[in-house]
């Protein structure tokens, strides 16, 4: 298995820019916690979004992260749980040809990915891994 450190996909000439087009369901953690996704395991705080994609996906999202990458759609409003929508907010992709491991450095969480899977940075240190069906589903290529 390739063991992904030190990432930079800024760097990365395999690397494009993406955005996420979905709506998605989520439920603010009432307690602190860890949730297991496809990718491995998502720790959270109370306050933070535990979200469950359009793909039946899940995977939690720190409250600050959360509030400049989704918005809320009526009727509730920013806070509440129920449905919100991905901001247009370009993030680093890149597809991996191998079965990989990526460690997160925001959560300290190690992701995994197979084979044909997207590594996703959202920020220096910030990853997420988007199985290869679901990023084709949900994310777009900037021009």
Known sequence: MLELKAINLA???LAA???KNEIVTV???R???ELTSLEGPNRYQAGDALITGSTGSRWSVSRDRFVAKYEAVAPITMGEDGRYAARPVPVLARQIAEPFSAERTAGGDRLHGKAGDWLLQYAPGDFGVAEQERFAQVYRKLP
């Open 11 to 13: 760097a990365d000439p």
């Open 17 to 19: 820019r993406y955005v």
């Open 27 to 29: 439920e603010f953690a």
């Open 31 to 33: 307690h602190a916690g």
